[in-house]
């Protein structure tokens, strides 16, 4: 695991490059995350891992010149990117689909997951120091959706 997350956190912060964002979700403790694995060891193992790779990522990204912010993982696979319904019908996790019941939007449930990052990771930049316009598009933010 150790070799997996030094070769997944070198791959991610020299992908994202120089002066980035990076947006993980934080799933230390998470109790969705715990009651998948809750047999034998594996629930420590998993938050074990995310740890070790959260610290790797932060430290490979100081490095680049990049930041590092953690999220509350709590409906980033369940919120439409379109129009903003959130409904755990939304997400089909067996078959990996995302179909929003109100604007029916689809895709897969993990791009899903990472489009809604991405939103939390420019509100980041809207609401601090940061902020520099060309990161939200139009030329002023866009207003948060949760
Ligand atoms: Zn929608």
């Known amino acids: 695991m150790t070799h997996i997350n030094h070769a997944v956190s070198k791959a991610l ?3 994202a490059g120089k002066n980035s964002l990076i947006v993980l979700e934080d799933l230390e403790g998470v109790r969705s995350a715990t ?13 074990w891992a995310f740890h070790q790779l959260r610290q790797m990522v932060e430290y490979k990204a100081k490095l680049n010149l990049s930041t590092v912010v953690t999220v509350d993982p709590a409906y980033t696979s369940q919120t439409c990117p379109k129009c903003g319904h959130t409904e755990k019908a939304n997400r089909n ?9 109100t604007c029916g939007y689809t895709s897969n449930d993990d791009r899903i997951g ?7 990771g420019i509100e980041y930049l809207c609401a601090g120091k940061l902020h520099q316009h060309d990161w939200c598009g139009a030329g002023s933010c866009q207003p948060a959706l949760m």
């Open 93 to 101: 996790k067996q078959k990996h689909v995302f179909q929003c019941r």
């Open 114 to 120: 990472a489009m809604n990052l991405h939103r939390k």
């Open 13 to 15: 912060v020299q992908h």
């Open 35 to 47: 009651e998948k694995v809750r047999k034998k060891d594996r629930w420590y193992s998993v938050s």
